[in-house]
Nanobody, 115 residues
């Protein structure tokens, strides 16, 4: 089992920045991929960015060049640095990890970008 706790969401003006954190606990040595998803109001959950255990990353086209995902293996934590935020980035952001081919989700953190 893996438990996830997200932090760092909030309200920011367009053009601003936020940094999300997701700390994993439990069976962290089995974690492979770590990532962030988001769900805007009334829409489906979508991939934002993922990072593999080897450090390879993948981003949604909408966030490339603005968001950066990183992981600290020693702290079992994944981060999402979000710059140049726009109102369309407003959503609940969820941390997701994969451990032994099973997905684990955090409870989500709200990000609201005002115009």
């Amino acid at each position: 089992q893996v438990q996830l706790v997200e932090s760092g969401g909030g309200l920011v003006q367009a053009g601003g920045s936020l940094r999300l954190s997701c700390a994993a606990s439990g069976n962290v040595f089995s974690i492979n991929t770590m990532g962030w998803y988001r769900q805007p109001p009334g829409k489906q959950r979508e991939l934002v960015a993922i990072v593999s255990v080897g450090g390879g990353t993948n981003y949604a086209d909408s966030v490339k060049g603005r968001f950066t995902i990183s992981r600290d293996a020693a702290k079992s934590t994944v981060y999402l640095q979000m710059n140049s935020l726009q109102p369309e980035d407003s959503a609940v952001y969820y941390c997701r990890v994969e451990a032994r081919m099973l997905p684990y989700w955090g409870r989500g953190t709200q990000v609201t970008v005002s115009s």
